[in-house]
């Protein structure tokens, strides 16, 4: 019993040096986004308004497979990397599952989540071209939480737009980013113009991601010496995440072993992008037959139900044209606890791998995603983030599939983040006051079918 | 810059296989607890009906100076230890001092504190001995959710009486109790004859610590196969935790250093004896010369301004008599929000170390320990439990103190926990609602000569 290695953690001279940029190993690209006016592809140089030269380029960046991790995010990552690697003996034996199952503990990062890993770069960017404020949206706050880690640690000034049912919702992640000296704004507000419209039309609009990047958006065009941020969808932000899963590798190889599926939670597509990719470019290069599976809310399902089409990546329509799996992006998600699920859409990337079945991704309903969560905590100990809890849901799901054909098949998932803070959804869990939301094809279909009109 | 390492963590082989037992190495042993009706001292046997066999033993071991940790219980230690060892850099530079700042970072831990250490060793000797329901008390909750995970993990069935005004003020920390199985029950409560007492004589009675645990060991004694726990003060206790300072003197080792000063808050002692004892052996032995410090908040300052006498454990006065610093087992603490230091008491051995000046005490005053609350979370990212805000605080001032004797002092702290379920808090304080708490000689002399009829 006590020989069996639990935990496996690098020293700091292991963690990986350099980011993996999937985009140049792919056959097939991603389709190139386009400017919806002229809808021509855009250049590096038509994102430097919005983002940080650096990050625009890394956006573009279609031919180096690594890129330096510059050495003042390196030494804040040491702050919580590398994150350890643990073998789940407690849920693989309450499931009497023949699988091995592995999971990637991102949920010590000191804010919660993987979120920190781009919003440390992000940061660094924006300050090193000698910016000084930025702006962002978060949904559950994940994002925004860790972007003001970021921003304080690089001395910027920050606004938040946060989703307002989130605002209500979760009070500590608002108090974790003013105690980290943001300042934070329930979204819509009478902020911005594209606040002020949808409050005008639905003066008890709740919010949602779209809304709130429009708002961010906004302010950053209208802002002196400010950039825009994200913290999932784009290519650069999937980029910075790639070192989990560069981890994660080393760490499986400690561990003598290499995982047979890959399983992550999927919202707008980081922290899967971030496990999967350094795994994935072993398939891609046919060394591998790895399954890559993205576990998705039901109540917000683009890779398994919507479309495949540009549109937009915000409410408003400020940003460009993105192709991507999409439910149209004034889709108004279900208000599900797992609050970073609630996205339209899918990264350029990540779509395109999808069309070349590259992954898979599942869908979660959301009080199968909370049962899993709590074997979890009562197996593994550590409360999973609403989001990371579809995660579980699908590795359960596999494990038990494993189970049944009597396979040993070695799972590996990624705990984006733990659940401290949401802890009124598993209190509404627990009191029988969660439901399930059903989608149906004619919603789906009254907002995707908008979207041929756009080119 | 990136030569400096920042974390040091151990391998699971070097994670300690044995606690340190600091009674076997003191000169003056600590006074015998004394039964109140006989005033004789205890024996071991004294303690069985309360606490399970092998920990009444611990609580009485003079001789072993290490005791096996069991094979369970380092299974479990596994899946968060060892805990990290971190360089402050990020606080010293915004200090501006020439003092090294270490802290041993318990917060990594599933619930978020230092208190699953013993959580696991009690849980695990309960159910070896056939125990089925245990009971115990929880201030602010860290000691509550440690229990429940741990008993979770051993498959006990576990009620917790919740103090009152953290049940009403921590909601998420009774969740998280729930989440792992447990029953909660706020404190003072009409399950008890002890609480329907106090609620008769005070209806609006907020709780305390001491009223918790009069009910906890109460039902315990009334309810077949069911022992009673508890998460500081006692000698089996502070023998379990020192698996911190045990770490924390191997990881020193690799980081090249040997502190100077040793600090952590002071509720109990737990978490103060966890990582002092380990080091504190060497001072004993004469080989070093290093400082411990104890930062108990101002509003109950029990080893500063106590007296030295027999009291009792709890409020209602089921527990022996133990020779203690107290403020009077019927002092009722202020509402500070480091609910975990709301304690009236010192235990055992503490009390005799002060008395052989082997350790000393400050007191830290609530905007004090918010305002270094804030300057770590600002410098290091972790948002801290209020109750490591006082280590932090008296880290401050000894990191100061030696930048204005331009000296290099080694100084170490143990951050006992993290704070994002303490975020009302940081609230509070942030929109300037928080008050200090002057305590008057008045009060504590009140509280304290009713002592002398004791014995």
Known sequence: MSTKTKR????????????????????NKPLPVLNPGTKQPLK?????????????????????????IPEEVRELYKCYRSTPLVRAYGLEKALDTPAHIYFKNESVSPVGSHKLNSALAQAYYCKKEGTTNITTETGAGQWG???????????????????????????????????????????PSMSTKAGRKILTEHPNYQGSLGTAISEAIELAMQTPNCKYTLGSVL?????????????????MAMAGEYPDIVIACFGGGSNFSGIAYPFLRHKISGEKDTRFIA????????????????????????????????????????????????????GAIISQLKRDNLIEAVDIMQLDSFKAGILFAQTEGIIPAPESSHAIA???????KAKEEGKQKTILFNL????LIDMTAYDAYLSDDLTNYELSDEIIKANTCKLEKLI
């Open 8 to 27: 496996f953690i690098l020293p700091e001279s292991e963690i990986p040096t350099a980011w993996y940029n999937i985009v140049a190993d792919m056959k």
């Open 44 to 68: 590096a140089e038509d994102w430097y308004p919005l983002f940080a030269k650096d990050l625009a380029d890394q956006e573009m960046n279609q031919t180096d497979r690594f890129i330096e």
């Open 145 to 187: 939480a860790a972007l003001s880690y970021a921003a304080n640690a690089f001395g910027l000034e920050l606004a938040v737009y946060m989703v307002k049912i989130s605002y209500e919702q979760k009070p500590y992640r608002r108090s974790i980013m003013q105690t980290y000296g943001a300042q934070v704004i329930a979204s």
């Open 235 to 251: 290519n650069h932000v999937s980029l910075h995440q790639t070192i989990i899963g560069l981890e994660a590798e080393k760490q």
């Open 295 to 346: 576990a998705e809310p039901a109540s917000c399902p683009k890779l398994t139900r919507g479309v495949f089409q540009y549109d937009f990546g915000d409410e408003a329509g400020y940003t460009p044209l993105i192709p991507m799996f999409t439910l149209g992006h004034d889709f108004a998600p279900a208000n599900i606890h797992a609050g970073g699920l609630r996205y339209h859409g899918a």
């Open 394 to 400: 699908a590795t359960i799901n596999e494990a038990l």
């Open 416 to 419: 984006s983040g733990h659940g």
